[in-house]
């Protein structure tokens, strides 16, 4: 289910994006430029149960482009590499050269998440870069730490 509803998320994403048609600019071979705001490498947050902060990760990171970023996506994998569900938001800026994506992520499974950003620009140049982060539990009759 939880595959199914991300998917979802993808392809609602990939026709937002689609239907934005910027102009491919003659020549360009230059990928946009990404930018991770937060979280930083490695950065610890801890689960809802926790009743420890943060227990939200805040995300955000945006990509520059000379001519113009038409795609952008988020996606976290959890300790096996499944993909969890993740909401994002886009936000698109100087004339579609600046593209930002958000996103508040929490979640009840200790262990090491590898967040992964991919941006397009209209000529099809892509960027990807990751960022690992870990969450942890804390309480009840035993602390877990992340098993990564």
Same mark, same amino acid.
């Given at each position: 289910? %939880?595959?199914?509803?991300? =998917?979802?998320?993808? &392809?609602? #994403? =990939?026709? @937002? /994006?689609l239907s934005c048609k910027a102009e491919?600019? !003659?020549?360009? !071979?230059?990928a946009p430029v990404i930018e991770i705001m937060s979280p930083v490498e490695n950065e610890e947050f801890y689960t809802i149960a926790s009743n420890t902060a943060p227990s939200v =990760?805040?995300?955000? &990171? %945006? #990509? $520059? *482009?000379? +001519?113009?970023? $038409? /795609?952008?996506? @988020? $996606?976290? #994998? *959890?300790? +096996?590499? *499944?993909l969890a569900d993740v909401d994002f938001d886009t936000n698109i800026k100087e004339n579609n050269t600046v593209m930002e994506l958000s996103s508040d992520f929490s979640t009840d499974t200790p262990g090491t998440y590898t967040l992964r950003f991919l941006f397009r *620009?209209? +000529?099809?140049?892509?960027a990807s870069t990751s960022r690992t982060v870990r969450c942890l539990h804390v309480g009840g009759d035993t602390d877990l730490a992340a098993k990564n």
């Open positions: 289910m %939880k595959t199914l509803r991300t =998917l979802c998320y993808v &392809a609602a #994403a =990939l026709s @937002l /994006f491919p600019l !003659e020549g360009d !071979e230059q =990760l805040q995300i955000r &990171a %945006k #990509a $520059t *482009d000379n +001519n113009a970023v $038409t /795609f952008g996506i @988020l $996606t976290i #994998a *959890d300790p +096996n590499g *499944d *620009d209209a +000529n099809g140049n892509e």
